[in-house]
């Protein structure tokens, strides 16, 4: 970890309320670091706390279902926790944006297009409305959209899913941000436009020098357009390895099973499993926690051991950690 | 799978459908042939518009076609009446996207399960409870369940419901239209091991459509690719897997992302061009043309016919695509 982070997040904790009184972390002690061009992804399955962390540091929390209950969110040497909303409105999609998942949801449907994305520069920064147009259009093309000034007067819906992404993208890109967060960007989109989403992506990430986290559930994804790799189960950082490593030697039993589970042809037969290997069971609800590792109950290696307390995440070499006794015993699992 | 020799269980000839829209009548199903074995699965994949949802529910005719015909175990069930169909309905039955939209959230699953028991005053009426506990039994659900309401369940439980009221009668032919899409990947394969394990108990032939190419190239025997409401490639799954002709398929497939690590992955893709054609005013000729890098003026001017390539004994190859007019 280099002291040219872009963001780092440190031992961040958020919680949701049960009851009146009660609350439970849906992020629980997630340390996370990004770099200039370098691509962090996210993965999990729904339900482990990917998108509450996403939220969390967007400082975008539902309130008052869940507050802050401990951490540092810093961003260029700033810590956005201790922030005033006036403050953090003026950082929100200016150093630190964010693209939700379906991009229908997130653009206003009684604004063109092309407003939209004059809005977002104008909300932050100081420019003439024609200076802002200029630069709008600039960004249509920067995010391939064919026939600019065409689209740029007309509305979400007469755009295709890619399209609209597209234009979500440009929003989030208005203002040079220098992290992007990405949740599930394409999992609403057709195989072949998401490959075009996710390269647009990774050329402005490299462009514009930009962090960006990418939240998914598709390793083959991770695989394509990450650098580093972090596994989340139930709120807590489970593994966290550089893509290579992470595919290569999957440490932690729950990023091994979710790897083998992936239908795709075998690499040394070429031909497909017989049987695709299942992780039995489901993410258990993060308010039905007991002590122990919870993945323990669905885990083929886990021991007594592993139901009684929380095994820590331990650094393995010199970029991965996991958390898990059966990984960390001298002669265990790796 | 010997299909070619004995008579096919579903064989689908010039199958059409049109949705008419304010804006004009959508091509959604234009033109459509396949033939499906019994205890075959058949994979559909394409994109988003491209018509595969409206061809599944043209099989079981949720969707009346407006031409063709649709030959089931010989016969032809596309012009059948509404009390006709109800006979045929035991034997192809059809399982969502959205188990919870599709099970009515204010019956109990033994109530939804004894439905098409009902229907089809199947069984004894005393035997029906036992019915249900054995078909929640080879679902992977417990007894238990059957007191319980629909919101009660997880979306991968819920899909197994679904499955096990499509599987009630024991039909000869699910079509499934994107199954596991909504489901998370680790119970994504537990259903997809479902749905694999009933095919083998029960001789059962799917249909099974999706947009995910690696969960049809785990299921399906032979693959069928769609574009604007036609079939463009069709073939055994290891031959389409191999070598993917049409120009389409190629950029299909090179789209998939593939879960390995970063340096063993060479990556060739082939990009498209521009967007998806309207299926209102779909291009001359090859409706791939105004896309294609290979476009020559043929394509234009006139549509390939789906024609074989190569013969085999788990299917034809058969691709519409005037690059390979020569063979």
């Known amino acids: 970890m280099g002291s040219e982070k872009l963001l780092s997040v440190h031992k961040l904790r958020t919680e949701f309320r049960s009851g009146r009184t009660n609350w439970f972390p849906v992020v629980n002690e997630v340390d996370l670091d990004v770099g200039p061009g370098e691509t962090l992804a996210v993965v999990g399955e729904s339900g482990c ?11 975008l929390l539902p309130y008052p279902a869940a507050r802050y ?108 941000p220098k992290v992007l967060i990405a949740d599930e960007p394409t999992t609403a989109l057709d195989v072949t436009i998401q490959a075009q989403v996710l390269e647009l992506i990774d050329r402005l990430k490299k462009d514009l020098g930009m962090g960006v986290i990418l939240i998914t559930h598709d390793l083959g994804v991770v695989a394509e357009w990450a650098q580093r790799v972090m596994v989340m189960y139930a709120g807590r950082k489970v593994e966290e390895a550089d893509a290579e490593t992470f595919f290569r030697f999957p440490a932690h039993p729950y990023s091994r099973a979710l790897l083998a589970s992936v239908p795709q042809p075998d690499v040394s037969s070429d031909g497909w499993p017989e049987v695709l290997p299942e992780i039995p069971g489901t993410v258990p609800p993060m308010d039905k926690l007991g002590p122990g590792c919870a993945f323990a109950a669905r885990c083929r290696s886990a021991s007594n051991e592993c139901s009684v307390a929380t095994p820590p995440l331990t650094s393995i070499n010199k970029t991965g950690w996991v958390a898990c006794f059966q990984v960390n015993h001298p002669g265990g699992l790796a | 799978m010997n299909h070619v020799a004995a008579a096919p269980l579903l064989s689908v000839r010039n199958l059409v459908k049109y949705h008419e829209t304010p804006d004009g009548k959508v091509h959604a199903v234009d033109g459509i042939s396949f033939e499906v074995a019994a205890g075959e699965t058949l994979g559909i994949v394409g994109e988003s518009g491209c018509g595969k949802s409206t061809l599944g529910r043209t099989l079981v005719r949720l969707h ?108 000869r032919l699910v079509v499934c239209d994107e199954p596991v899409s909504a489901l998370d990947v680790s119970i994504q394969a537990q259903i997809i091991n479902l749905l694999r394990r009933l095919q083998s108990e029960s001789h059962l032939a799917y249909v099974f459509i999706s947009h995910d190419l690696s969960v049809v190239g785990y299921l399906a025997d032979r693959i069928a690719v769609m574009y604007l409401g036609e079939i463009v490639e069709i073939a055994p799954k290891p031959a389409l897997w191999a070598d993917p002709l049409h120009p389409y398929t190629q950029a299909l497939f090179s789209a998939i992302p593939v879960a390995r690590p970063p340096s063993e992955v060479r990556r060739r893709r082939l990009p498209l061009a521009g967007e998806l054609p309207s299926p209102m005013n779909p291009p001359s000729g090859c409706r791939f043309h105004t896309r294609c890098p290979y476009v020559m003026p043929k394509c234009k001017a006139e549509a390939p016919a789906l024609s074989t390539i190569q013969r085999g004994t788990a299917g034809d190859h058969k691709v519409a695509c005037h690059l390979f007019a020569a063979h």
């Open chain 2, 64 to 171: 009346q076609p407006d031409d063709g015909c649709i030959a089931f175990q010989g016969q032809d069930i596309s012009r059948l009446s509404r009390r006709a169909l109800r006979s045929v309905r035991r034997d192809i039955q059809m399982v969502f996207q959205d188990p919870y939209a599709s099970l009515n959230p204010r019956r109990m699953v033994r109530q939804i399960m004894t439905e098409p028991f009902d229907v089809h005053a199947a069984g004894r009426r005393s035997e029906r409870a036992g019915m249900v506990d054995e078909l929640l039994g080879r679902v992977g659900l417990h007894p238990d369940h059957a007191d319980r309401y629909p919101h009660e369940f997880s979306g991968g439980q819920r899909q197994r419901i679904a499955i096990a009221r499509a599987i009630a009668l024991e039909p």
């Open chain 1, 49 to 59: 706390g990917k998108s509450m962390l996403a939220r969390s540091i967007m400082r």
């Open chain 1, 69 to 176: 209950a401990g951490g540092q969110i810093n961003l260029d040497g700033r810590d956005l926790m201790r922030l005033p909303e006036a403050e953090m409105r003026r950082i929100r999609g200016k150093d630190v944006s964010m693209i939700f998942q379906e991009p229908m949801t997130s653009l206003n449907p009684l604004m063109t297009v092309g407003r939209q994305v004059v809005e977002s520069i104008l909300e932050h920064e100081r420019c003439t409305a024609a200076e802002a147009n200029r630069r709008a259009l600039d960004l249509f093309e920067l995010v391939g959209i064919p026939e600019a000034p065409r689209r740029f007067d007309q509305y979400p819906h007469h755009l295709s899913g890619g399209m609209r992404q597209r234009i979500v993208i440009a929003i989030a890109l208005a203002c040079r």
